[in-house]
């Protein structure tokens, strides 16, 4: 079993749609966790942190339940510019990243 | 630019010869690490460093590989006797010193290695 698992999609979804993504981590030892974007070809990008009380930036909300052991991504209002892939990371120890397998994100017009 | 760079971007290699990649990290980030990213996958740790040493080596870094910081500044990560199994994107990342556990690292471009 892989130390953060992620449902890998691909996910297509129409201009304006909300899309949540899930992700589930194994070590309860981690103690922070991510939300990567990673467009075709480029290096990874922290779009943001997930904390327990959960967190905001603008369309994207992200929640973090540390009893389920259980992260989740929300982006309202897609646009055409969030097709990309999102990696659910966690932090492994020294901040060593652990990062999901990633879900592929297209949004149609 | 002020972000990590990595050097070269592409390269491609028969089996059996060595490669070296190199990473400059952002300015006074202290921790640095290397990181592999096969085709459909998120990418795995592979080794970091705190300034010159070398404090971590995954179990995916065989005798084959090795990385080295020697002034704490770039950093150097060599493939010898390259396998069709190495072909894969190396990513550097680096962060400051003294973040919180809730701060993160910023990655380069990555290394995309082919071996034929």
């Known amino acids: 079993r892989k130390e953060v698992e992620q449902d890998p999609g691909p996910f297509n979804v129409p201009e304006g749609a909300t899309v949540a993504f899930n992700c589930t981590y194994s070590?309860?030892?981690?103690?922070?966790f991510f939300w990567y974007r990673q467009d075709c070809r480029k290096e990874p990008k922290l779009l943001m942190s997930v904390y327990s009380s959960g967190n905001e930036d603008g369309r994207f909300t992200a929640q973090l339940n540390r009893a389920s052991q259980y992260i989740s991504l929300l982006i309202r209002d897609s646009k055409l510019s969030d097709s990309a892939t999102y990696l659910c990371v966690a932090n492994g120890g020294a901040q060593k990243l652990v990062f999901g397998q990633g879900t592929r994100l297209t949004i149609n017009p | 630019d002020t972000g990590v760079s990595q050097n070269p971007r592409h390269k491609i290699t028969k089996r059996g010869q060595n490669v070296t990649f190199r990473c400059d990290p952002i300015?006074?980030?202290?921790?640095l690490y290397w990181y592999r990213q096969t085709l459909g996958q998120g990418p795995e740790f592979l080794t970091y460093f705190q300034n010159e040493a070398q404090l971590e080596k995954s179990r995916l870094l065989s005798d084959r590989f090795s990385a080295e910081r020697p002034k704490g500044s770039f950093s150097t990560l060599e493939i010898q006797r390259t396998e069709q199994g190495d072909s894969a994107m190396y990513l550097c990342?680096?962060?400051?010193?003294?973040?919180?556990?809730?701060?993160?690292?910023?990655f380069g471009p990555g290394t995309r290695l082919t071996v034929l």
């Open positions: 300015s006074e980030h202290n921790r």
């Open positions: 070590n309860s030892a981690s103690q922070s």
């Open positions: 990342a680096s962060r400051q010193p003294g973040q919180g556990e809730t701060d993160t690292q910023y």
